[in-house]
């Protein structure tokens, strides 16, 4: 269905406006961030995650690409860690393009992941954040297996 492509910088550039402009609604959306400093911020917080673009290193970018057309799906970034002294991964963005969605692209490239975080990275976790009001994604993950390992909570007042 899906492979992973090692990402270039030419494939990159548009798709890491999407998922910046993304970011940063969804910042919105949570109440963290007012519409005038969100792009700004999650530009900010880009850059500094990935200060060498797609060569910044312990960070993988990998183009998603569709088998059957091997037109561009989406991209998946992921990061090397450890945590509680094991090699871990967590995945920092996975965008599938509109194009793609609701047909099994974002499920294939988590399974994906999880096969490389194991074989490539001999990791024994794989993380990611998610917002508590992006259902769609909260059910996606839940399906592949994730649980939610700590939970925020505020009150507008």
């Not at 910046?20 to 400093?37: D, N, P, S």
């Not at 200060?51 to 991209?75: N, W």
């Amino acid at each position: 269905m899906i492979r992973f492509e090692p990402m270039t910088d030419e494939v990159w550039r548009p798709l890491l406006d999407e998922s910046i402009a993304g970011y940063a609604k969804m910042h919105v959306q949570a109440g963290r961030w007012t519409e005038q400093e969100a792009l700004k911020k999650a530009r900010d917080e880009y850059e500094k995650l990935l200060p060498d673009g797609v060569a910044t290193e312990k960070h993988h970018v990998y183009a998603i690409l569709e088998d059957a057309s091997d037109r561009l799906a989406g991209h998946v970034w992921y990061m090397e860690r450890e945590q509680a002294g094991s090699p871990s991964v967590f995945l920092c963005d996975i965008l599938i393009l509109e194009a793609f969605r609701r047909r099994g692209f974002a499920r294939a490239a988590l399974e994906d992941l999880e096969a490389m975080a194991r074989g490539k990275h001999g990791a024994t976790r794989l993380e990611l954040h998610v917002f508590a009001n992006n259902e769609g994604a909260r059910e996606l993950y839940r399906k592949a297996g994730f649980v939610e390992t700590n939970v925020r909570m505020a009150k507008e007042l």
